[in-house]
């Protein structure tokens, strides 16, 4: 008995072999590693040439959930992008529930470029469940009204912790190079001149109480002659 597969069939099964060993070396990049850090915890499963992702943030909006992914690689991977498919109910602005889908930038066909990897893959779709892309959200209500929930909670947050940053002198900048303020330049305006000349007469005293003052001009550096006086300008 013989049997007889058509070309058709050849072909795919020929692309479908491709994209199997293109995502097997992906597997082997170490930079894998690095994606499960402090900030979410990433578990890969690999199933052929299906991959069966789960991000589990710990830190921002979304700390703790555990969002699971069927990632795709059948069709002629790496030309064309994994086809994604979301496994779990969790909301979230960039994905759309009732049709099961992630939206990620790097994974739009007009984006897509065959050097991108595993690895850029799911860090493309870590950062977005992290910190969501604003730029790309679904065409679904429920999506525009948590994005738009999610991008004001943000500004608050942005806005009480630039409030909370102050900025203060330190006391010896204070001390050497801060301006004597409006109300003790009028009180010392009001000194009688036989206090002046008191305070003249002791450059240290002066000096000890008085905040220096840093003159940045450039200034011409001039001799004394044997009279201890300046020498006059040469016509």
Known sequence: MQFYINKNQQEKNSVAQQSFKRLTNDLLDEKLQDLNDNTCQIL????????YLQITPKIGSFIYNNYQFQLDFRINYPYNPPLIHVESNIPHPNIDLKNHQLYVKVLDPNVWKPVYGLYDIIQAIKQTILYIDYTYIPNDIQCIKSAQRMGQ??????EEESEDKGFELSENFKRNFELPTLSRI???NEQSDDTEEENFDDPSERSS?????INLTKNTRHSLDDNNTLPKPKK
């Open 44 to 51: 890969i499963n690999q199933n052929c040439d299906k991959l």
């Open 153 to 158: 909670q943000d500004h608050s947050t942005d």
């Open 186 to 188: 009028s009180v010392e």
């Open 209 to 213: 109480q008085e905040p220096a003052i």
